[in-house]
């Protein structure tokens, strides 16, 4: 059973940068992605990024460029870069991991959530 809690969220003006962490422990498959998802009410939770186990990334095309994912090497942390900011970025960060090595970034993959973070940009 893996358990991940998230922290870093807050507030930021626009342009502004934030660091997001997700710290896990339990025991995970033995082979497995590790996302960041986004969502806002009464909209459908959004994948931001993904890592593989081998260290592969993915990002969805509105935060290219600006954010970036990574990790410790003890895998135990996952981490989401976020600079120039914008508004439209405001809403609850969320880790997940799945249960094998398939993923992708849609929510339907992942098994284990944490509760997450919450992230407000004002303009």
């Known amino acids: 059973q893996v358990q991940l809690v998230e922290s870093g969220g807050g507030s930021v003006q626009a342009g502004g940068s934030l660091r997001l962490s997700c710290a896990k422990s339990g025991v995970s498959a033995s082979d497995y992605c590790r996302a960041w998802f986004r969502q806002v009410p009464e909209k459908e939770r959004e994948g931001v990024a993904l890592m593989t186990k081998s260290g592969s990334t993915r990002y969805a095309d509105f935060v290219k460029g600006r954010f970036t994912i990574s990790r410790d090497s003890a895998e135990n942390t996952l981490d989401l870069q976020m600079n120039s900011l914008r508004p439209e970025d405001t809403a609850m960060y969320y880790c997940?991991?799945?249960?094998?090595?398939?993923?992708?970034?849609?929510?339907?993959?992942?098994?284990?959530w944490g509760q997450g973070t919450p992230v407000t940009v004002s303009s």
């Open positions: 997940a991991e799945t249960a094998d090595g398939t993923c992708g970034l849609q929510s339907f993959y992942y098994k284990s």
